[in-house]
C-alpha cells in the first residue's frame, strides 16, 4: 500500500494522484456552480505546480532550467 523509497517515493506515488483527484472535484464542482472559468485557471496554475514538482523529483533540474533559460535568455 505505502511505498517504501523514502519520502520523494512516498510523494511520486500516492501525493500527486492525491492532489489530481482533488483538482478534478473542485473542477467538477466549480463547475456545476458557473464558475468554470475560475475553475480552468486555478487547474492551470496546479497543473503547473505539479509540472515543477516532476521536475524536482526526475532530478533533471538543472538540465530543464538550463533548457528554459536558453529559451527565453537565448544563451
Request: charged share 10%; proline share 1%; glycine share 16%.
Amino acid at each position: 500500500m505505502f511505498a517504501t523509497t523514502g519520502i520523494a517515493g512516498w510523494i511520486e506515488t500516492n501525493l500527486v494522484p492525491l492532489i489530481l483527484i482533488v483538482i478534478a472535484i473542485g473542477v467538477l464542482w466549480a463547475g456545476n456552480a458557473g464558475n468554470v472559468s475560475k475553475a480552468v485557471t486555478k487547474m492551470g496554475v496546479a497543473l503547473v505546480g505539479l509540472l515543477f514538482l516532476g521536475m524536482v523529483l526526475s532530478g533533471k533540474a538543472d538540465e530543464i532550467s538550463a533548457w528554459l533559460f536558453g529559451l527565453v535568455g537565448g544563451a
